[in-house]
């Protein structure tokens, strides 16, 4: 099994420039989850997707993002437009989805975004 | 509002001894705490996960507690080694907001 991939793995922009992250979940997850991560704010849920649905979307900090799931093998994370603060690193992390309350998630190797 | 702490932030040892990692919520009202390893530059790796039924988790050298009542996990990590350098994270899922909330970490540096 591959894992959760995830892509780009580094992504350098300049401020006002649309990013877009991607994630491709374990096969057969049902649930995905996107995280950020940042020296202050430590590991921060953004949304979760439960059978390609979004579930939760309240993490997310402001219009500027959104995610989809357009089907249970590809989720994209879309900032437009990125903004300096946006600077962190993002993970994307699957699970079984059987009980989105007691499963291990499995987590990518993050994108590492950096906007100028 | 779940909140997680642990305590220290850093940590170095020689290797070989045992390490004892805090965690601690203030919701007691949790399904579930999970431990997670995560090395520089990397994502984060499952350890172990404790049901909020559940007392103790073991898996090899770890060994993760869970006092829910007092709102406290321990993780012990039996005969340290180099390679257990990481930052170590835990997180809950609590009953109200549904969501794996994590600790800041404790960053583990364990000493040839």
């Known amino acids: 099994d591959a894992g959760v991939i995830q892509s780009p793995r580094h992504e350098v922009t300049e401020m006002g420039q649309e990013v877009t992250l991607r994630c491709k979940p374990i096969s057969g997850h049902n649930s995905l989850f996107w995280y950020r991560q940042t020296m202050m704010r430590g590991l921060e849920l953004l949304i979760y997707f439960n059978n390609n649905v979004p579930i939760d979307d309240s993490g997310m900090p402001e219009d500027r993002f959104s995610a989809k799931m357009p089907n249970a093998s590809f989720s994209t994370l879309k900032i437009q437009p990125s903004e300096p603060r946006d600077s962190a690193v993002y993970f994307c992390a699957s699970s079984p989805g059987t009980s989105e309350y007691q499963e291990t998630q499995y987590f990518g190797p993050g994108t590492r975004l950096l906007v100028l | 509002k779940q909140e997680v702490t642990q305590i220290p932030a850093a940590l170095s040892v020689p290797e070989g001894e045992n390490l004892v990692l805090n965690c601690s919520f203030t919701?007691?009202?949790?399904?579930?705490l999970q431990w997670f390893r995560q090395d520089p530059g990397k994502g984060l790796t499952s350890l172990l996960l404790?049901?909020?039924?559940?007392r103790e988790q073991t898996s090899g050298r770890l060994n993760a507690s869970l006092d829910k009542s007092s709102g406290r996990s321990t993780l012990y990590i039996a005969a340290s080694q180099p390679g257990d350098s990481a930052t170590y994270l835990c997180?809950?899922?609590?009953?109200?907001?549904?969501?794996?909330?994590f600790g800041g970490g404790t960053r583990v540096l364990v000493k040839p």
């Open positions: 919701d007691s009202a949790i399904y579930n």
């Open positions: 997180a809950v899922i609590s009953a109200a907001g549904n969501k794996l909330t």
């Open positions: 404790i049901q909020s039924s559940q």
